[in-house]
């Protein structure tokens, strides 16, 4: 008996020397590590595409508390404006660094990070409603404010009112 006679009688059976069978198991390991490889790249996509709404929905919403709290500082803002001038500002650049320097230049610009701010002066007070630059993608709900200090939010792109629920 041969010792070595296995990949003899390997090669007889395919027609050829031992060669074609190392050749033939190379080329099912090559085709079978790239099935492995697109099952593995697959699998690793489905899996980082899975947290990128998480990570999305929770930026929006630390936009969206931001706003509030902006619209808060406002508030406070107009109080003490109205203490000092005897009246509520009727624009943002009225509280801003060319009026009475009460909040920043970039909120008393109107925008800031992804919102709208408009404060409109009305009879006996003021409105502040803040919307979405890019509804969806900066934000998904407007707010309103007025001198009772209630915030209100909308859950869509119609602007928020006085008559939207309260926001929690």
């Known amino acids: 008996m041969k010792q070595f006679a296995f990949p003899e009688r390997l090669g007889r059976l395919h027609g050829g020397g031992g060669c074609h ?3 033939d198991v190379r080329s099912r390991r ?3 590590w790239l099935l492995e490889f697109l099952v593995a790249t697959a699998m ?3 899996i980082l595409s899975v947290p990128i709404p998480i990570v999305e929905r929770g930026s929006l919403e630390a936009a969206e508390m931001m706003t ?3 619209m808060d500082v ?3 803002c107009q109080a003490q404006y109205r203490s000092q001038f005897g009246k509520y500002a009727a624009m943002l650049a ?3 660094p060319q009026g009475a320097n009460l909040i920043p230049a970039s909120l008393a610009s109107g925008e800031k990070d992804g919102y709208r701010f408009v404060l409109t002066a009305v009879p006996d007070g003021y409105t502040l409603v803040a919307r979405p630059q890019v509804f969806g993608k900066t934000g998904r709900r407007t707010f309103f404010l007025d001198q009772d200090g209630i915030v209100h939010q909308n859950w869509g792109p119609e602007l928020a009112s006085l008559d939207s629920p309260e926001f929690k």
């Open 44 to 46: 690793t996509v489905a």
């Open 30 to 32: 090559r085709r079978f």
């Open 68 to 70: 509030v709290r902006r």
């Open 94 to 96: 009225e509280l801003g």
């Open 21 to 23: 069978v190392v050749m």
């Open 74 to 76: 406002v508030r406070q």
